[in-house]
């Protein structure tokens, strides 16, 4: 007998964006052990049956770019307040440097309910917080101190994180960018770079990065951004995508803005990666960002295709942590982390962070979280056997 079988589930594949209805997911443990055609007799097969009635059933969504250092940096979220988004699995992205890392570690990652993972801020002290810049000089950067708590923390570390406004970096420049990229190349590691009013063109910025390394607040609108003086994609960041570069949201509160955005959704130019950006500031805290769903949500409107929305939250986000043969995908032997989701036909409203208003009718509402095959947010009827 299965401990949970989801019923009457409608579901998404993401790569090839097939939808497939009166489906049912089978749970027996942490993981999915089948998925089958909705039948009549799912309460004999289970101890807990879940109807979805027809809604979409997605893997948990993974939010790549978060700030969960709560009890060190004035960013940090509860990282536990991300589950009530369909959030099951995030990334810390740079909040802690390789000094204060254990303290967010042993503070605000263990013994948490979602998976969680971290990219490591270069410098030393990461990102203390709204109107606190990192130090960022040579002389403090050290990879030798990564790599010790790569070694302290198997498995925990993904990336480096490097920030490069005009307002940090000062007179260092670019220099930051290139230490990052040097120093994750020594480390074996993927580099993600917040561009946002960078101090040269952001086209240089994204020349410097490799193939799998992260653009981060691609649709910001401050100081350079990814579009001319005409309004179109620049031939440097086409060129970065074209070597591999991915792309990604960070809508937070001042890196997404609609003249940005719609330019680039024009020229079809979407996201590789969509992710919240996630702090006190904007977490379930207005209109700008809100939290995934929403900017997710965002994305729909503006004329990506729900499986490519689905994908930038699970499959692409998931090969990035290296986990694609466990997350990302609702399939036989993976994670049971599931989120059963209505899709809202409602109107809408967002907003982004010069206060434009745009109004969409197509919205991801999560209505029952699963994660590791126990159900931790519920806004839908139970059936149990």
């Known amino acids: 007998m299965y401990d949970l079988v989801i019923a009457g589930a409608k579901l998404l594949d993401p790569e090839t964006g097939n939808i497939t209805e009166n489906n049912s997911v089978a749970v027996k443990g942490e993981r999915i052990a089948e998925v089958f055609t909705s039948g009549e007799n799912e309460s004999l097969r289970a101890r ?53 890392y254990p303290a967010m570690y042993d503070c605000d990652i263990a013994g948490k309910k979602p998976h969680l993972s971290t990219y490591i801020n270069i410098s030393p002290v990461g990102q203390p917080g709204k109107g606190i810049s990192e130090p960022l000089e040579d002389s403090l950067m050290s990879t030798k101190n990564i790599a010790r ?77 990814i579009l001319d003086g005409e309004g179109r994609v620049k031939a440097g960041i086409l ?27 024009r020229q079809n130019f979407f996201p590789d990666i969509i992710s919240s950006d996630a702090t006190p500031a904007t977490f ?55 989120v059963i989701c209505r899709m809202d036909d409602g109107i809408i409203e967002f907003s982004d962070a010069d206060g434009n208003i745009r109004s969409g009718r197509r919205g991801f509402v999560p209505e029952v979280v699963i994660l590791g095959g126990e159900k931790v947010l519920s806004m839908a009827g139970e059936s149990r056997a």
């Open 149 to 225: 708590r790569m070694s302290e923390y198997p498995g925990m570390i993904r990336g480096l994180k490097v920030r490069i406004s005009r307002g940090i970096v000062k007179e260092l420049g670019i220099r930051p960018l290139v230490n990052a990229v040097s120093m994750a190349g020594e480390l074996g590691l993927p580099v993600c770079v917040h561009p946002t009013d960078p101090p040269e063109d952001a086209a240089k910025a994204a020349g410097i990065l490799r193939p799998g390394d992260v653009y981060s607040h691609t649709y910001n609108g401050r100081g350079s951004t």
């Open 48 to 100: 807990s049956v879940i109807d979805a009635g027809g809604r979409l059933v997605l893997p948990g969504f993974i939010d790549f770019h978060v700030h969960i250092f709560a009890h060190g940096s004035t960013f940090g979220m509860k990282a536990d307040d991300l589950i009530s988004s369909g959030v099951t699995r995030a990334v810390d992205m740079g909040s802690a440097g390789w000094v204060n």
């Open 239 to 265: 060129e970065a995508r074209e070597r591999g570069v991915l792309f990604e949201v960070g809508n937070g509160r001042i890196n997404f803005t609609y003249p940005v955005a719609e330019a680039a959704a």
């Open 284 to 338: 379930h805290n207005g209109p700008i960002m809100w939290d995934l769903p929403r900017v997710m949500s965002k994305f729909l409107n503006l004329g990506m295709t729900l499986a490519d929305v689905v994908k930038a939250v699970t499959v692409t986000p998931a090969r990035m942590l290296g986990i694609s043969d466990r997350a990302g995908r609702i399939a036989e032997g993976y994670d049971a982390d599931i």
